[in-house]
C-alpha cells in the first residue's frame, strides 16, 4: 500500500517552479502525491504533470478570519485524503498546514524553511512552537537557518536535515545547449543588439525583491553606458499587497525615458533560453531563502551581482560573482560597473559559478537527501 504525501503552498508557482522535481521524485518511489495551494495560474499546469490538487485560498499575510478558515479547508482536505505525510512550504501556509495536521492527526510533518523570518518576537515565538511541537521532520536550504534551528532549539540535530537549496537541473541549464543562432533568435526576438551588454533580473516584481533598488542603479548608469539594455522577467499578475511596488518601477522608467532600454518578459518558461543571452545576472533582494534564480545564473556561466544576504551569500563567493550591501544602491552601480567594463572577467567569473552550482547545488543531490529522510521515517513510524 503507498504512502500518500501531500504538498503544501501558500502559491502555486512556488510548488510548480521549486517543488516539482521532488514531487515526481517521490511518485517515482511509489508515494501517491497530491498538492494544494492557491491558485494564481498554475494550479492546472500542475494537474497536467499527473498530480492531484486542492484549491485553497492561503493569504500571505496575518488576518486572523482568513488564516482560520484556511485552517479549516486545510483540516478537511487532509481528513479526505487520508493523508499519511503532510509537507509544508512558505512560511504562512506552513504555520496554518502544522497546525492543520496537529488537528486532523496526521502524525507525520515535513517542514521545509525557505528562509527563517522571526525578526518579530511573536513570529519567533510561534515558529519555534511550531517547528518544536508541530514537525516531525525539517529541511533547511541553507546553512544559516540550520545553524538557527539547532542553535535556538528549534529542532534536535536528528530532526533537521540542510539539502543545500532545492537544487538545480545542471543538464537543462547549460550553456552548451545554446549556440549562436539560438541566441541571435533570442536577442532579435527582445530587440536587443549584438553589441549591447544585457542585464539580467528574474523574480517577482515587489519591493523585496529589491526591483526598486535595480531600476534606481540602472537609471544611473544608463547613460554612461549607452549599450545597456536591462530584461526585467517575472509575474505581472500581482497580489494586490505587490502592486504598488510595480507601478512605482515603471513610474521610475517612463519619468526617466527609460522605455528603450527596459524590457519587460512579463512570465516566461524558456528561462534557460532567455539566459544564454544575459551578460549579467542582478538579485538585489532584501531577504531570501536560497535563491534559485541565482543558481539557475550561475549555471548559465553569467556571473552574479547579488546582496550579501542569507542564501544569496552561500551560493556566490568572490570567484563568481560580486556582493553587496542590501538596500546600498552605489555598491549596487559599482559591482554593476566593474562586470559591465570588463568581459574577462565576465567570462572568468561565469565559468566559476558553473563549475559551484555542478558541485554543489545539484538538484539530484538535494532530492536524494529528501528522499533519505522520507524513508528513513517513515520505517520509523511503521515498524
Known amino acids: 500500500m503507498s504512502l500518500k504525501v501531500m504538498q503544501l503552498s501558500s502559491l502555486d508557482i512556488t510548488i510548480y517552479k521549486f517543488i516539482l522535481p521532488m514531487m515526481k521524485s517521490l511518485k517515482s518511489q511509489n508515494y501517491e502525491v497530491l498538492f494544494a495551494c492557491k491558485d494564481m495560474g498554475f494550479h492546472d499546469e500542475i494537474k497536467k504533470q499527473g498530480f492531484d490538487g486542492y484549491k485553497i485560498n492561503i493569504d500571505r499575510k496575518i488576518d486572523i478570519i482568513s488564516n482560520i478558515r484556511s485552517v479549516i479547508e486545510i483540516y478537511r482536505v487532509l481528513k479526505k485524503e487520508k493523508v499519511d505525510i503532510l509537507h509544508v512550504h512558505t512560511p504562512i501556509a506552513a504555520a496554518l498546514g502544522r497546525v492543520a495536521a496537529k488537528l486532523a492527526g496526521v502524525k507525520v510533518v515535513f517542514y521545509t524553511v525557505h528562509g527563517f523570518y522571526v525578526d518579530n518576537p511573536i513570529f519567533y515565538n510561534v515558529e519555534k512552537i511550531l517547528t518544536r511541537y508541530f514537525t516531525y521532520h525539517v529541511f533547511t536550504v ?7 534551528a539547532l542553535n535556538n532549539g528549534f529542532a534536535r540535530k536528528d530532526e533537521i536535515t540542510n539539502i543545500n537549496s532545492v537544487g538545480i537541473d545542471i543538464k537543462r541549464f547549460n550553456p552548451v545547449n545554446f549556440n549562436t543562432e539560438d541566441r541571435i533568435q533570442m536577442r532579435n526576438s527582445l530587440n536587443v543588439d549584438e553589441s549591447d551588454i544585457t542585464i539580467g533580473f528574474i523574480g517577482r516584481l515587489v519591493r523585496e525583491k529589491g526591483i526598486l533598488d535595480l531600476a534606481k542603479a540602472f537609471r544611473d548608469i544608463a547613460d554612461e553606458y549607452r549599450n545597456l539594455k536591462l530584461i526585467i522577467t517575472g509575474p505581472s499578475d500581482l497580489d494586490e499587497r505587490d502592486k504598488f511596488a510595480n507601478d512605482e518601477l515603471r513610474s521610475i ?47 548559465m556561466e553569467i556571473p552574479v551581482v547579488a546582496t550579501n544576504i542569507r542564501g544569496c551569500k552561500e551560493e ?25 567594463e570588463d568581459k574577462m572577467l565576465r567570462q572568468k567569473m561565469g565559468k566559476k559559478g ?17 528522499l533519505e529522510v522520507y524513508k528513513m521515517v517513515m520505517d520509523e513510524v511503521t515498524k
Open 142 to 148: 541553507n546553512q544559516e537557518d540550520y545553524d538557527f
Open 354 to 370: 558553473r563549475c559551484r552550482v555542478v558541485q554543489m547545488f545539484n538538484e539530484e543531490e538535494s532530492i536524494r537527501k529528501q
Open 253 to 299: 522608467i517612463i519619468e526617466n525615458k527609460l522605455e528603450d532600454k527596459v524590457i519587460f518578459t512579463g512570465y516566461r518558461e524558456d528561462i534557460p533560453e532567455l539566459l544564454s543571452i544575459i551578460d549579467i545576472f542582478v538579485l538585489p533582494s532584501y531577504r531570501e531563502g536560497m535563491p534559485v534564480s541565482l543558481l539557475e545564473a550561475m549555471a
Open 316 to 340: 556566490v563567493n568572490d570567484e563568481c560573482g560580486i556582493l553587496y550591501d542590501k538596500g546600498d544602491i552605489e555598491g549596487l552601480k559599482y559591482a554593476l560597473s566593474c562586470l559591465i
